[in-house]
């Protein structure tokens, strides 16, 4: 009962929207694309995109437009989801206008559906209340949702679609957009690991967020051994690196096991290799030797991460995060204990042939102030 609230507790509420996209100035093909790309990046993983339609211009004189309809899970409401649809617009050149005339556009991006809520504000009314009478918009909709509801009229898309009585020109055309692929459905399981102060723990933070993933972050703050360690290394290692080989045993084994229950994707802020590297640093060999058995024992039976990322951050920016987040126990970690624990893993890297390892320097970023710098980092997980 306990794990089942604590992962409620870590769960967002992700709903489906419908989008309608046109554009008919410049390149739209590829405004478009640029459009569906940003969707993904900053409103959810976009799940399915019509097919390009072109269609005369609508309630005025212009070039013809290309159209589509996708469908997009989010976390936003419908508030800011509204306020990064117009972000995006912007971005992509839209310039809006005080006229209510309709005009030519770069991109043009509506909320028609927002899962099965009826929603009239100032600033937004769902479901979209011309949806139901333009061709643009009805024949991409019921192409990927036909058998979606309308809210109010109670009737399936594929219906409305056939009772639509705009007679304006629409035409399927062979162009194909792509769709992108978030991390989480590329992978199932990520462990994100880095030396003391690389910032793992947060970029772990920001992932589970943003991709509605299950966390599994370590509970080092729970080992009494840890603040004794730094005051008397030889006395206190064995027994810290012990405890945190089980601890993390039994947290890996125990919501690796449950992690499907609510969701397909998990990422973690470590890996059970980590104890073993710890182990080389902080151990003597006869004590190593006696805990090679016992990781070995226990590391067949864990599973292995879809991706091993390990995050570079060089020693002077390790120094000033760990100084920065004044955890009193790791204010005197030596430079020379850092650079020890950075070979180990680097080691780990070059000889651990069964893991899909991916190594992203950040000494020069700041994922967490810097949004492009994220985005970035994304960009290299997706591609890896």
């Known amino acids: 009962m306990i794990l089942f609230f604590s992962l409620y507790l870590h769960m967002q509420i992700v709903r489906t929207t419908y989008l309608s996209l046109g ?3 410049g390149n739209k093909l590829h405004n478009l694309q640029q459009a569906v790309d940003q969707i993904a990046e900053k409103i959810g993983a976009v799940s399915k995109i019509s097919s390009v339609y072109k269609t005369a211009s609508w309630g005025f004189e212009s070039d013809d437009f290309f159209n589509i309809c996708i469908e997009v ?20 050149g839209r310039k809006k206008s005080k006229s209510k005339a309709y005009n030519a556009r770069t991109i043009d991006i509506d909320v ?20 139901m009478n333009r061709k643009f918009v009805i024949i991409p909709l019921a192409e990927i949702a036909p058998h979606l509801i309308h809210p109010i009229e109670k009737q399936h898309i594929h219906i409305c679609a056939k009772n ?23 992978f199932n399981y990520i462990a994100i690991e880095g030396n003391i102060g690389a910032g793992k723990t947060t970029l772990t933070n920001m992932i589970a967020e943003d991709y509605n993933a299950k966390m599994v972050l370590e509970r080092f703050a729970d080992n009494p051994f840890l603040p004794k360690f730094y005051k008397d290394n030889e006395r206190y290692a064995f027994p810290l690196e012990m405890s945190f080989l089980a601890d993390r045993y039994q947290q890996l084994s125990d919501d690796l096991a449950q992690y499907d229950l609510f969701k397909n994707f998990i990422v973690s802020d470590y890996y059970i290799f980590k ?13 190593y030797f006696l805990y090679r058995k016992m990781f070995d024992i226990m590391y067949k039976e864990i599973s292995k991460p879809d991706l091993y990322i390990y995050l570079y951050q060089n020693t002077k920016r390790l120094i000033e995060n760990i100084k920065k987040r004044g955890r009193d126990y790791e204010q005197n970690i030596a430079p020379e204990y850092l650079e020890k624990i950075h070979k180990g893993y680097l080691n780990f890297v070059k000889t651990e042939q069964h893991l ?28 890896a």
């Open 275 to 287: 104890s073993l590297i710890f182990a080389q640093v902080t151990l003597q060999k006869d004590e």
């Open 112 to 131: 028609l559906l927002f899962d099965t809520e009826i929603i009239f504000s100032k600033d937004l009314i769902v479901p979209h209340k011309e949806m």
């Open 73 to 92: 899970a989010t976390s936003l409401n419908p508030e800011n989801l509204l306020k990064v649809i117009h972000e995006i617009e912007a971005s992509l």
């Open 164 to 186: 639509c009585t705009d007679d304006s020109r629409i035409e399927k055309t062979n162009e194909v957009l792509k769709r992108p692929i978030s991390i989480s459905e590329k």
């Open 356 to 383: 899909n390892t991916l190594i992203i320097d950040i000494s020069d970023k700041d994922f967490v102030n810097n949004p492009e710098d994220y985005v970035t980092i994304i960009d290299i997980i997706k591609n």
């Open 23 to 25: 554009s008919n100035l």
